[in-house]
């Protein structure tokens, strides 16, 4: 069993848990605050990476690349929860997943920002993988039904939720 958001699953079977998409996060007092984003605000501040395998976040720079423009990646990082830290005292953009970058904002004092339309990545989904083998597996049978549970909760709360337009 796997839990995943990555878009490429082969022959697995798959239930979707409920979707999620990325964010930006920065410093609550940062300039870009109060406005929506354009690609040109993008571009002008430093970036974190968040390197990781089939990342939909590497779309950005081909994005960036079709417009003749370029971002600056001041710092790499492996994992996306570690890489809010680093906006907290900097003039860093952050790529986020946005129920993370909601529950960063009161205790790193983040903003968050959508991007800007041409940069968006859109929304993907969670899911729980599994080989076909274990479909009738009562043990496998009784944790998913528990993953899809936590997952429609997940999903429940985040219609509940209003994000800020910053």
Excluded: C
Aim: charge should be positive; charged fraction near 25%.
């Amino acid at each position: 069993l796997a839990l995943t958001g990555q878009a490429s699953y082969r022959d697995m079977q798959s239930e979707a848990l409920f979707t999620e998409r990325f964010v930006l996060v920065t410093r609550a007092d940062h300039p870009l605050v109060g406005r929506p984003m354009t690609v040109d605000d993008f571009i002008a501040w430093p970036h974190v990476m968040i390197d990781v395998v089939h990342s939909r976040l590497y779309d950005i720079d081909a994005r960036l690349d079709r417009m003749n423009k370029r971002r600056h990646i001041a710092l790499r990082m492996p994992h996306f929860h570690a890489a809010a830290f680093f906006a907290q005292k900097s003039d860093l953009i952050v790529p986020v997943l946005e129920r993370v970058a909601r529950l960063y904002v009161d205790s790193l004092g983040l903003a968050i920002h959508q991007p800007p339309p041409e940069l968006d990545l859109g929304r993907f989904d969670y899911v729980q993988l599994w080989h076909e083998r274990r479909n009738n597996d009562p043990l496998h049978r009784w944790v998913r039904m528990l993953i899809r549970k936590v997952g429609a909760r997940i999903r429940d709360q985040s219609n509940r939720i209003v994000m800020p337009a910053t």
